[in-house]
C-alpha cells in the first residue's frame, strides 16, 4: 500500500553533507502520506539495523538516536509526498545503507513496528 524510494546516498568525505531523500507512493483510499510516522534506519556490514530517526504524522515528534542527534535533521514535506534527512559533519562511523520506513501517525524507534520499507540508500564516509 505504500511504496518508498531512497535517494541520495553516495561517497563523501569525514566531514562533509549528505542529504537523502524518500518519495513516498501511497495506494490506499484509508490514509494519505500525511497519515504516516516516517523514519530512516541504518545498517552496517555485520551489525543489526539500528534506529537514526523518525518523524510523526504531525511533525511535532522527531526523535533522534543519541549518535546523530545535533548532526542530522529530518524533516518532512507533505505536499511532495517525501521526507528528507540532512546529514552534516558525517563520520565514518556513519557509513551504512541508510533505510526508509514508514508506520500509521505515530514514531518508533524499533524496526519491527515499521509495515513498509524502501530498498535503501548506501551512505559511505571516507576518512
Known amino acids: 500500500q505504500v511504496q518508498l524510494v531512497e535517494s541520495g546516498g553516495g561517497l563523501v568525505q569525514a566531514g562533509g553533507s549528505l542529504r537523502l531523500s524518500c518519495a513516498a507512493s501511497v495506494r490506499t483510499s484509508r490514509r494519505t502520506f500525511s497519515n504516516y510516522a516516517m523514519a530512516w534506519f541504518r545498517q552496517a556490514p555485520g551489525k543489526e539495523r539500528e534506529f537514526v530517526t523518525a518523524i510523526s504524522w504531525t511533525g511535532d515528534s522527531t526523535p533522534y538516536a543519541d549518535s546523530v542527534k545535533a548532526r542530522f535533521t529530518i524533516s518532512r514535506d507533505n505536499a511532495k509526498n517525501t521526507v528528507y534527512l540532512q546529514m552534516n559533519s558525517l563520520k565514518p562511523e556513519d557509513t551504512a545503507v541508510y533505510y526508509c520506513?514508514?508506520?500509521?501517525?505515530?514514531?518508533?524507534?524499533?524496526?519491527?513496528?515499521?509495515?513498509?520499507w524502501g530498498q535503501g540508500t548506501q551512505v559511505t564516509v571516507s576518512s
Open positions: 520506513a514508514a508506520r500509521p501517525l505515530v514514531v518508533s524507534t524499533t524496526p519491527r513496528e515499521y509495515d513498509y
